[in-house]
DNA sequence: AAATTATATCGTAATATTGCGATATATCTA
DNA sequence: TAGATATATCGCAATATTACGATATAATTT
């Protein structure tokens, strides 16, 4: 046991948790918070920041990457890391669909 | 290790990463969808509708429900469970404020 | 009251994630 | 070219999550 059901799911819900999955990180979240106060991009002056070595940043900047949610592009000898508008805006239609959907709803019960 | 810094972070952050985490899963995006299509709420027949246990069914409400993204009220010998609109509408919000966030960069790099 | 139905919880096995030190890779600088 | 700097990846140990059968709880029906 233990091993996620995926292929039972549509491809549209594995991909909606996906992404889900990859903000729930509170590290993931300081990393998104902090790129947003910066006004350029970062590098990693995130290791400074958060209370986690550099490997461990790393591999949240990798899930982050790999989700979408951020892109990075090579800026000399280091990496630069920026949200990704396109995906922020992706999960927020997810949501108003689902709040749509509520609304729709003739009949509440709770 | 492999024991999550929780401390090491703000209680929004920590709040807003299990709220996503407890949508990180296809089986609960599917528990999701699935109340969306039902006019009234939902009791067990969430069991014949996935491919899950009742135990695991129930594990995964819960988690739903501690998440305050459904909540339920007894309804007789079972339970009847609902989306909870207040809190769709807080997450569609954090993600708003970080797609503003971007917006307001005046120089975005990627 | 006994059987049925609906749901939750326990215990357990298996897979997944988290975190880090060590090491690899790649660019920049002296 | 050698050393410094930035980042990624490997390998491992520890904790967390997923899933399920068995069992508990609680209301409903017969």
Redesign the pocket.
């Known amino acids: 046991?233990?091993?996620?059901?995926s292929a039972q799911f549509t491809d549209q819900q594995n991909k909606k948790a996906s992404v889900f999955?990859a903000l729930?990180?509170p590290?993931r979240i300081a990393i998104i918070e902090y790129i947003l106060t910066q006004k350029t991009c970062i590098?990693?002056d995130l290791?400074g920041t958060l209370?986690?070595?550099?490997?461990?940043v790393?591999?949240?900047?990798?899930?982050l990457?790999d989700a979408k949610i951020i892109k990075?592009t090579?800026e000399?000898?280091?990496?630069?890391y920026c949200l990704n508008p396109e995906l922020l805006t992706e999960i927020k239609f997810i949501i108003e669909q689902y709040i749509v959907g509520i609304e729709q709803n003739d009949s509440p019960c709770c």
Do not use: D, R, Y
Request: hydrophobic share 30%; with cysteine.
């Open positions: 046991m233990g091993l996620t059901k999955k729930g990180h590290a590098c990693n290791v209370p986690l070595s550099q490997a461990t790393s591999q949240h900047l990798k899930e990457k990075g090579i000399g000898n280091s990496l630069c």
